[in-house]
């Protein structure tokens, strides 16, 4: 018997959703609230890098949120 493995093409409309999707996980991960990493993630005018740097320089999740918005 074959076996005829299907998926969806790849669509560049997806990629702003991926992005976002990444962004949102990202941050999370790095210790933001999923509330705050909402508000961080959407704003693409904030960068991702610097967000995660100020945690892992043991800023707290509020201030850098302060910092950054």
Same mark, same amino acid.
């Given at each position: 018997?074959?076996?005829?493995?299907?998926?969806?093409?790849?669509?560049?409309?997806?990629? !702003?959703?991926?992005?976002?999707?990444?962004?949102?996980?990202?941050?999370?991960?790095? $210790?933001? =609230? !999923? =509330?705050?990493?909402?508000?961080? #993630?959407?704003?693409?005018?904030?960068?991702?890098?610097?967000?995660?740097?100020?945690?892992? #320089? $043991?800023? !707290? !999740?509020?201030? #850098?949120?302060?910092?950054?918005?």
């Amino acid at each position: 018997m074959q076996t005829t493995i299907t998926a969806k093409p790849v669509s560049h409309d997806d990629e !702003p959703i991926r992005v976002l999707q990444w962004r949102l996980k990202e941050l999370i991960r790095a $210790g933001f =609230t !999923p =509330t705050d990493a909402v508000v961080l #993630a959407t704003r693409l005018d904030i960068d991702l890098h610097e967000a995660v740097a100020l945690l892992v #320089a $043991g800023c !707290p !999740p509020e201030t #850098a949120l302060r910092i950054l918005l």
